[in-house]
């Protein structure tokens, strides 16, 4: 496979966090890179460095040291501008705690990222796709009749759908998603992966971090993350 | 438009913004009261020093007065900018009430009372001759008899120490005011010349300025009979004239006219026998000329103003701390619309958004409940009164009538203002503090 298949690609990625007086080296050396459609587990213990990497790979973080380029233009380069509409409008995050507004409902929390990336005019312009899309999402996800609910109303599985739906909204490139069956019971957990799959299926690309190898398995590609380095790459 | 929507649901649906809510409120509640009270109060209490003064006044602080004052008046009379003109005799004398021991230190004005009338508000504050101003010096039991009008406290204390509180009729009593004239160089006339220095007048009316030391000191004598009290010598002497502009001349203009008709009569008499006397001589608008009266109540006003700074200070103090509070519940979102790719500015917006709607509120839940109670405070004033005995002000010392409650709209605008740059102020550290958190760093699990 040549370098140019790849969408995403980290290279020497190097980060460290200071914890008291002691500098803690969480990425030493990682390089990776995801391919158009992919369906990527990056797999680790606890501490490992694998929710970092992904806060990198989704310019949530940058990395001390190493380059992140996507689509061969190096995120580092990026203005903050470009970076904000980066996570806008090309990566979807999902997060293991799901991460929605309380204060909005499930069909708002939906369509959030439509709205942030537009001005008041020109949300009032495209506000009705929004919330057809949007609309369109919780039915494809199952959570048609929970539009008007509000996240604290769901269960856990329900508002990971619900976070899932958040991310495809504006209809990124990669799809992130950080331990997203970590918080649920494993019923919940294989309908969240059974959406992912099919969603990947569908030719969206996802990059996916758990601690749990059987999870990793309904992935097409497995990176084992050890010590903050790139140990093992299984592909099915 | 996340900017308005979750603004909007922060102030409705979080509790802790309620705090933020009601600090604003009280604070905006306590100004708007203060101010418009105090206000009204100042501009009341200039309003009565600008009736009692006229709008401008030709005058000295010398006893003696100046001379040539007749050419003086007519040229002001053929001002065309010259509504009305009252000269005026001042000088100190003692007040006798006939039956009573001792005396009062009283202050004595001579006046013509329909130019008076004309030039200075002095008919309103008459009791009985408010419609008929020539009459104020006939006392209503013989019109022959010399009258005297007094000042209202300055009757109420002498009725008090006769053993009778404040007047019920027109009463038949006898003044004797003794005066000590003076002569053109300020020294006393001589006794055996043709000085007068004692008369008796006959109690003719009340006069209410408003103004404490004037009701409390203040006789006022007919012009001539003043005059033969005051000063002694072959030539006619005033202490000040008073002056009304048109309405369409403004004070610093009219003054400044005066000023200079002032300089040219100065000029023209410049070789008179009393020239001299015109050298102490000064021009003023009624503000300057009542200085010392207003000067410490415009004070009172300003350490009020700063006061009121003080609690601006405050009320950012208390939105920065709810702000905080509120921003720091709220770092999720933070990490999460930062997630969804909202920029640092984006988050300060929504924040000041927040502020913006605290701030306004607050301060028109303040206003609105401000201008209720200053709607109603003479009513409940009346009632604390009936009820409790409490008054605001004690009214036997102060001369106040209802409490001033007029709401200008200048104020409101300010107020509002004020609190909502408060608001945006209290909120812009925490919304920049919050803004520049790294999105990563609030969304790592080990920080929920």
């Known amino acids: ?236 | 438009m996340y900017k308005i929507i979750l603004p909007t649901r922060y102030l409705v649906k979080r509790r802790i913004t309620y705090f933020a809510v009601i600090a604003v409120c009280l604070c905006v509640f306590i100004v708007l009261v203060v101010m418009t009270v105090m206000a009204g109060l100042v501009d009341e209490f200039k309003q009565k020093n600008h009736q009692f003064a006229g709008d401008c006044v030709v005058g000295t602080k010398s006893l003696v007065g100046f001379a040539y004052y007749e050419d003086l008046l007519e040229m002001l009379e053929r001002a065309d900018f010259i509504e009305g003109v009252s000269p005026v005799i001042k000088g100190y004398a003692l007040l006798r009430q006939r039956g009573l021991e001792g005396n009062a230190r009283v202050e004595i004005m001579g006046i013509d009372p329909i130019r008076h009338g004309r030039t200075t508000g002095f008919g309103e504050t008459l009791d009985d001759h408010r419609d008929d101003v020539s009459r104020v010096f006939e006392p209503a039991y013989d019109p022959n008899l010399p009258g005297c009008v007094l000042g209202a406290d300055l009757k109420l204390d002498l009725d008090t120490r006769r053993g009778y509180t404040y007047r019920t009729g027109p009463d038949q009593i006898a003044y004797s005011i003794i005066c000590l004239p003076l002569t053109a160089k300020g020294a006393l006339a001589q006794a055996g010349t043709d000085m007068v220095e004692t008369k008796t007048f006959y109690y003719s009316d009340n006069s209410r300025t408003g103004l404490p030391r004037v009701d409390g000191s203040l006789v006022y004598l007919p012009f001539e009979q003043a005059q033969q009290l005051c000063t002694a010598g072959s030539v006619k002497r005033v202490n000040a004239i008073h002056i009304k502009f048109k309405p369409q001349v403004g004070l610093e203009e009219g003054c400044a006219k005066v000023a200079s008709l002032w300089e040219s009569f100065k000029q023209k008499q410049s070789g008179g026998e009393q020239a001299y006397l015109l050298e102490t001589v000064t021009v003023q608008s009624w503000k300057g000329y009542r200085r010392e009266s207003i000067a410490p109540m415009e004070q009172e006003q300003t350490v009020m103003s700063v006061m009121f700074g003080f609690v601006a200070i405050t009320t950012v103090f208390i939105v920065m701390v709810v702000f905080y509070m509120i921003i720091s519940h709220k770092s999720k979102d933070i990490g999460i619309l930062k997630s969804v790719g909202v920029s640092n500015f984006g988050i300060i917006e929504l924040f000041s958004g927040f502020a913006f709607l605290v701030g306004l509120t607050g301060s028109s839940l303040g206003l609105l409940s401000g201008w209720v109670f200053l709607v109603e405070i003479n009513r409940i004033e009346k009632w604390l009164f009936e009820r409790f005995g409490f008054q605001l002000w004690d009214r036997t010392i102060y001369a106040i009538g209802d409490i001033p409650n007029r709401v200008e709209l200048k104020v409101v605008v300010a107020i509002l203002l004020s609190a909502i740059v408060a608001c945006l102020v209290g909120a812009l550290v925490p919304s920049w503090q919050a803004a520049r958190q790294r999105p990563a760093a609030i969304l790592q699990v080990n920080q929920l």
């Open chain 1, 1 to 236: 496979m040549s370098k140019d298949d790849f969408i995403l690609a980290a290279e020497e990625l190097h980060k460290s966090y200071r914890m008291g007086s002691t500098q803690v080296k969480v990425l030493k050396g990682v390089d990776l890179a995801i391919k158009k459609g992919e369906f990527v587990a990056i797999v680790g213990a606890s501490g490992s460095g694998k929710s970092t990497l992904l806060h990198i790979l989704g310019a949530l973080d940058r990395p001390n040291k190493g380059v992140v380029t996507f689509e061969k233009r190096d995120l580092s380069r990026f203005s903050s501008g470009e970076l904000n509409k980066f996570r806008n409008k090309t990566i979807g995050f999902v997060f293991q705690f799901y991460h929605l507004l309380d204060e909005l409902s499930v069909l708002e929390n939906v369509y959030l990222p439509a709205m942030t990336g537009r001005s008041v005019i020109g949300w009032f312009a495209c506000r009705k796709w929004a919330k057809n899309r949007a609309r369109e999402l919780l039915a494809q996800l199952g959570l048609a009749e929970r539009a008007r609910h509000k996240p604290y109303q769901l269960s856990g599985g329900e508002r990971q759908r619900v976070a899932i739906g958040r991310a495809l909204m504006n209809e990124p490139t990669l799809l992130l998603a950080d331990e997203p069956t970590g918080n649920l019971d494993s019923a919940a957990g294989n309908g969240i992966l059974e959406v992912l799959e099919r969603l990947n299926r569908a030719g969206q690309t996802v990059v996916m971090v758990t601690h749990d190898e059987r999870i990793a398995q309904r992935a097409g590609r497995i990176v084992t993350l050890v010590d903050g380095r790139i140990e093992h790459r299984h592909t099915k």
